[in-house]
C-alpha cells in the first residue's frame, strides 16, 4: 500500500513559478514509476509529466514541455513537479500518481496503482 500526499500549491501570478511535492509513504517508493496530471474546473484530467523509477526517463505533456520538469529523490520518497512560466490556463487541481509495472509512457496513459488527494494551482493574468 502507497499514500500519497501532494503539497505545494498556491496562488501564483502569470509568470511565477511554483515546486509541487508528493511525499509517498512505504518502502518500495523507488519501484514505482511516477506521474503529474490535473485536472480544471469542467475539464478531464490530463496528463503533464511522467518519471521512470530511477529518474532515467521523463515524459511530458505538449503544453508544458520546456516549463515543468519532474524529478524525484527517492531517498526522500518524493517526486516533484517544478513549474516555471506558469499561464493562467495551468490553473488546476494537480495530481500525482503511481504505478508499479510499465514506465512513463504507461502512466502517461492515466494507468495507476494509486492517486494522491490533489493540490490546487490557481495563476492569476
Known amino acids: 500500500q502507497v499514500q500519497l500526499v501532494e503539497s505545494g500549491g498556491g496562488l501564483v501570478q502569470a509568470g511565477g513559478s511554483l515546486r509541487l511535492s508528493c511525499a509517498a509513504s512505504?518502502?518500495?517508493?523507488?519501484?514505482?514509476?511516477m506521474g503529474w496530471f490535473r485536472q480544471a474546473p469542467g475539464k478531464e484530467r490530463e496528463f503533464v509529466a511522467a518519471i521512470s523509477w530511477g529518474g532515467a526517463t521523463t515524459y511530458y505533456a505538449d503544453s508544458v514541455k520546456g516549463r515543468f520538469t519532474i524529478s524525484r529523490d527517492n531517498a526522500k520518497n518524493t517526486v516533484y513537479l517544478q513549474m516555471i512560466s506558469l499561464k493562467p490556463e495551468d490553473t488546476a487541481v494537480y495530481y500525482c500518481?503511481?504505478?508499479?509495472?510499465?514506465?512513463?509512457?504507461?502512466?502517461?496513459?492515466?494507468?495507476?496503482?494509486?492517486w494522491g488527494q490533489g493540490t490546487q494551482v490557481t495563476v492569476s493574468s
Open positions: 500518481s503511481a504505478k508499479r509495472v510499465g514506465g512513463p509512457e504507461v502512466v502517461a496513459t492515466g494507468a495507476a496503482d494509486y
Open positions: 512505504g518502502r518500495t517508493f523507488s519501484r514505482y514509476a
